[in-house]
């Protein structure tokens, strides 16, 4: 039953909940974290840990994206990023760093506004797919939905395995009074590889999504310490209440077409370890996460972050933020596996996972999804 307030004379919303609102609760059983699975599989592709990368500049390079893949997860490369803009990207990286030294913040969105008015070049990001797939690791890459059509060919001409279409809200037909309208569903028909769709925010959403055939449906835009959506449009929905609506399409679409099966991805209020596991106990097959990998000795933005909305040419949604000191980063196997002598949940991500999976009693990722939650008081 939707648990629905009054705002006022005739005007009523929806109670939600945000990721540090619930907590999970063990069961009886526990057992020993070398028993358990983390790996997850979308389509024939198979992955140790449930991690894909926001696709974020400041995360994300084809060097980040091989060591990624190389350790589980799976790198997301930004299609419309500054590595398919320009053939220089460590000088025009450092020219961000720069920039950050004088504080001034608005500098910084003007800075990457400019960087990405530059021209998409295809042979850009066929050279960094191509990177990616030569390492031996699977290759993702992230369009949105404005500009799928354009430069989705290339993108498979390059080697791409899994494709994102992502955007701060995606609908399964995305109206444009400048060209043709993408139809989700034609789209992916026509395609060869498994696309992951999104964000998503609630159920009927995340069930026409699904209907377009869509292999994983992205729930969130990322929203944490560098999104400003929820101010800039006043956008927004608390994210465990929005991975728990997505689940519950997954579960309605299962039963509606005899069998398949959707991936649930969050994207957004993963600031630390514990929600990871939050995101996973509500429903999510795997998480996407940006901020919390800034802090790896191998990711671009050298301890900096934002996501991609921060370059948009007229009404930027994200902030340039130093998301960890120069003396908290750390290599990426270590961010993610340890060991950490870190308290507060960054350091050792997926060995938190494993551990609470462990502490609850539940051997792998569809079984833990299960686990009882409560809501703070």
């Known amino acids: 039953m939707r648990d629905l307030v009054e705002i006022g004379m005739g005007r009523t919303a929806r109670r939600g909940y945000a990721l540090h609102e619930v907590e999970i609760v063990p069961s009886r059983r526990t057992r020993s974290s070398q028993d358990v699975s983390t790996a997850w599989q979308i389509d024939a592709y198979r992955f140790d840990i449930p991690l894909l990368t926001h696709p974020t500049d400041a995360v994300v390079s084809p060097a980040a994206a091989v060591e990624i893949g190389k350790l589980g997860g799976l790198g997301v490369l930004n299609a419309e990023g500054l590595w398919a803009r320009h053939a220089n990207v460590e000088q025009v990286l450092d020219q961000v760093v720069e920039t950050l030294d004088d504080q001034d913040f608005t500098a910084l969105t003007r800075l990457l506004q400019e960087l990405h008015a530059a021209p998409i070049r ?35 001409a390059a080697g791409v395995e899994i494709l994102v279409v992502q955007g701060t809200i995606v609908s399964a037909e995305h109206v444009s009074r400048n060209g043709e309208p993408l139809n989700l569903k034609n789209f992916i028909a026509d395609l060869d590889v498994p696309v992951i769709a999104g964000g998503v925010h609630d159920y009927r959403t995340a069930m026409h999504l699904m209907r377009t055939g869509a292999a994983g449906v992205i729930v969130g835009y990322g929203s944490g310490v560098a999104s400003t959506t929820d101010s800039v449009l006043g956008i927004g929905a608390p994210m465990a209440t929005a991975i728990v609506d997505a689940a519950a399409a997954r579960r309605d679409y299962l039963d509606e077409t ?9 994207d957004g209020e993963v600031d630390a370890s514990g929600d990871i596991a939050k995101s996973i106990a509500c429903g999510a097959d795997a998480v996407m996460l940006g901020a919390p990998l800034a802090a790896a000795k191998e990711a671009p933005g050298k301890g900096l972050y934002w996501t991609a909305s921060a370059a948009h040419p007229s009404l930027p949604r994200s902030r340039v933020i130093p998301a960890a000191a120069e003396d908290e980063i750390v290599d990426l196997r270590t961010l993610l596996f340890g060991p950490s002598a870190d308290p507060d949940g960054m350091i050792n991500l997926f060995g938190a996972l494993r551990r609470a999976m462990a502490k609850t009693g539940y051997s792998d990722l569809k079984e833990f999804q299960k686990v009882g939650l409560s809501v703070r008081g």
Not at 143 to 150: D, L, M, T
Not at 258 to 266: E, Q
Request: aromatic share 2%; charged share 25%.
């Open 258 to 266: 005899g069998g398949r099966y959707v991936h649930v991805i969050a």
């Open 122 to 156: 295809p042979e850009l990001i066929a050279e960094a797919i191509k990177k990616v797939t030569e390492a031996g690791v699977t290759a993702a890459a992230r369009v949105s939905p404005q500009r799928a059509g354009e430069l989705t060919p290339d993108l498979l």
